[in-house]
């Protein structure tokens, strides 16, 4: 996996560490260590002349991890961003590399530019020094190639901002392990802003969205994509899938799969490969996203229930609860309605966990009691903290946090704090321009000639997040993210917030979720066994 940062962030000091699950040990005893940890080890050449992973700067005292299971992770890569020298355009730093292109994914209005990244040092007592990202308001007329255009061809685009990426695309990877990054999200905070968060308390939550109008972002995803390179991304993202039966998945919608003997490039024989994409935080305004994507993603009906265009709803209600389509807020919502299935749907057992740095609100305080009994018969299209968890997920964990009574249950928000909500946004059906099918969001009409652009493909891919409400601090100061990421069959994906979980994904969940669709089809469509994810 390769670590990226993009759109509009400020990085604070010790901006970015990464820990290594591949050394764990659960030993008390003391790591042996180099006598050579200053800056000199800079200094020092190498055959490969890539300069050491880990920062010289970075303090001792943060160079080993103690995960929430209890082991050792030893740093493998850090970087405290305090040379002001720093040069991220391609090819001159070790480590990043800044974009100088337009943003042509999700109807972005912005663009990246290299002069948009610097390092800067705060000129007071503290010299505090971070990366920082900045956006500006620009209109920019651009003309790009869109193979989308029927027929594919040049068109004249206009973006309205421009910011920076960061990547390490080719340069740092790692297969599991924790993530940490301290940043200071933007927001306006001017005196004459007439924001009336400021003045609330770091504690305050925020609440008013334009005054943070930006989408920051930091995010995981798999070395074989690169972001904005549509090319890269095509039947590779966000796949995390090795398995070869063609009845269940036709193996030519993924670009490496498990079905392919022959792939070259030295890869393995008959091993899936993809580009999963893991966010440890998008997004801002009053809620945070963290999310992972995979593919392929669930059939229709293991899924939340279509809208009901007919009844006056729209694909956005999904987005506040506001579906008058019966089943179409949220799975497993009202019981009797999904219990008709006859199987379950969606996801089961994720685990949600409180941003306890809010201010209390006693009208957002549950009883488990409660939650737990009213949970297992809703009535309503809706969710209510009467009857449903705070999250909304009624098929979560509600078990306790960490196997510890005094930690309090998940999904349940017993301390009236601000509490993660299952995002309505579940992933998208992905085509290319040519095909046809009716699940695409512009499938080709039989009178419009192929375009012949690119290789067909049709699927459907999943993304589990949580948006979680952000208290003021974020804003005013630098907080620390974490992502616990561990792989195989007994792994997890767990976001921190200071230490302390807001969002988890056993392994077992995807795997299990996937293992009872095909036995379902095995059962009625005699299928062989085929469709089984794992964390990437």
Known sequence: MVLWLCSSLWIGAAAIAVVDANSSDSSSGSRGSSTVTDRSLVKLETRSGIRPWVDPDTPEDVRTYVTSRGDTWELIMSDE???????????????????????GTNDALQLYSHDMTSVVCDDDEEGLCYLRIKSIDEVNNITVWNNYLRPPGFQNSTFYYRSGMLQTWNKFCFQGGMLEVRANLPAVLSADSNN????KGHNARAELTKYYPTWPGIWLMGNLGRALFSSSTARMWPFSYSECNETVFNSS????????????HGLNLNQGRGAVEIDL???????????????PGMP????????NESVGDWSYCVYSQGCATIGANLPGVPTENY????????????????NNYCAVDGNDTQLY????????????????????????????DMG???????????????????FPEMNGYQGVFLCDPDNQDSRCSAPRNDSTPKTNTMKPYSYQMDALSANWGIHMGAYYDYVAYQLEWVTGDSGYLRWMLGGHPIFEIPAREPENAILRLIHRFQKHYHLGPGWRHSLP
């Open 81 to 103: 961003f305090g040379d002001v020298n720093r040069n991220f355009t391609a090819g001159a730093d070790h480590l990043w590399t800044s974009l100088e292109m337009p943003d």
């Open 196 to 199: 009336t968060d400021i003045g």
């Open 253 to 264: 919608n993924q670009r490496i799969s498990a079905c392919d003997s022959d792939p070259g």
């Open 281 to 295: 935080l998008e997004g801002g305004g009053v809620a945070i996203s963290s999310s992972i994507q995979i593919a």
């Open 300 to 307: 229709a009906d293991y899924r939340r229930a279509a809208i």
């Open 339 to 354: 219990k008709d299935r006859g199987h379950q749907s969606w996801y089961q057992g994720l685990r949600y966990g409180s």
């Open 369 to 396: 009691a409660i939650v737990a009994a009213g949970v297992e018969n809703i009535t309503e299209n809706t969710c209510s903290l009467l009857y449903c968890p705070a999250s909304n997920d009624v098929q979560g």
């Open 400 to 418: 306790y946090i960490d196997d510890d009574k005094s930690l309090g249950h998940w999904n349940i928000n017993s301390n009236g704090t601000c």
